[in-house]
DNA sequence: GCATCAATTGCAAATCATTCGCAACTGAAT
DNA sequence: ATTCAGTTGCGAATGATTTGCAATTGATGC
């Protein structure tokens, strides 16, 4: 999550718990993988991180899903194939973008947004409803440029 | 393309024959198809539109990242996992952005583009070189509205 | 505590988009 | 017409993500 410290595992249990969903260990232990990274992790550094026999690739695929429809996670799309997904603070909705460099794949995350007058004349201009945005930026960073 | 009136295949064949590589029966029709499309197009959707027996789906494959590699054509991301391409049009970079409806899937070019001055002050804060971005808009068309 | 049952997991097989190896083929230049 | 690098068609390999299914396990009520 990107809005400041780090949520309790109690908070994320209960929305969990809210939903009539079960709090496992695989769950558990991917909450806590990703209240401690600030980063967007991808489901395979996610099982990396899980301890061995923590659970399977395909439980945390489940997981990510799942919390993702909770509005739970953000998933990022860095357009390499591979979705990311980062926790997002309670009451938040976690819309913020990247800054990935394209060498080392190092992120950076960005404050600045799409200005919202202009996204909403483009809903109105077109006639859209319910208009969003998807945006990141690429870039070399500093270590990178030698 | 989105910068106005179809481009000459000539043009195209042209561009291609000067990089030395070959004006072949498959990539005259993938070139032809994406000169009568105004919108981007999936490597299966020209699939779909090359005459049977036309060419095979890794030959487009191929020719699109070809295209690619000669800026002839710009690879854009709506975000469900297929990636879609656009003729480009000579000494145009064919930066631009979409409004995607999430219910039809349809598609409306988008002239507006994030703030330069905006991208260059997160360039500059970050020390990053080269920023560029990815930039594409969703909501539901008029249409789907009902 | 313990039974109960829906939610969940592990594992393997199935999908999907995309890439690759390779032998056969074909433009383009001579 | 000859020649050869660039291309194609196929089928097999990848990689990410999803799914079927039987076995497990939280959460709830007693």
């Given at each position: 999550?990107?809005?400041?410290?780090?949520?309790?595992?109690?908070?994320?249990?209960?929305?969990?718990?809210?939903?009539?969903?079960?709090?496992?260990?695989?769950?558990?232990?991917?909450?806590?993988?990703?209240?401690?990274?600030?980063?967007?992790?991808?489901?395979?550094?996610?099982?990396?991180?899980?301890?061995?026999?923590?659970?399977?690739?395909?439980?945390?695929?489940?997981?990510?899903?799942?919390l993702?429809?909770?509005?739970?996670v953000?998933?990022?799309?860095?357009?390499?194939?591979?979705?990311?997904f980062?926790?997002?603070?309670?009451?938040?909705?976690?819309?913020?973008?990247?800054?990935?460099?394209?060498?080392?794949?190092?992120?950076?995350?960005?404050?600045?947004?799409?200005?919202?007058?202009?996204?909403?004349?483009?809903?109105?201009?077109?006639?859209?409803?319910?208009?969003?945005?998807?945006?990141?930026?690429?870039?070399?960073?500093?270590?990178?440029?030698?």
């Amino acid at each position: 999550m990107h809005s400041g410290q780090k949520q309790e595992l109690a908070s994320l249990t209960g929305r969990l718990r809210r939903e009539s969903r079960k709090i496992t260990g695989p769950r558990a232990a991917i909450l806590e993988i990703l209240r401690h990274h600030p980063h967007p992790l991808t489901n395979k550094e996610i099982f990396a991180e899980l301890p061995k026999g923590g659970g399977d690739l395909a439980t945390i695929y489940r997981a990510m899903q799942l919390l993702e429809k909770l509005g739970m996670v953000k998933r990022f799309d860095f357009g390499d194939g591979t979705a990311r997904f980062e926790l997002v603070g309670e009451g938040d909705d976690g819309h913020h973008h990247h800054l990935i460099c394209t060498r080392c794949a190092g992120v950076v995350e960005i404050a600045e947004c799409f200005p919202e007058e202009i996204e909403r004349r483009i809903a109105r201009t077109n006639g859209y409803a319910g208009v969003t945005h998807r945006l990141e930026f690429f870039g070399i960073c500093p270590d990178c440029q030698q």
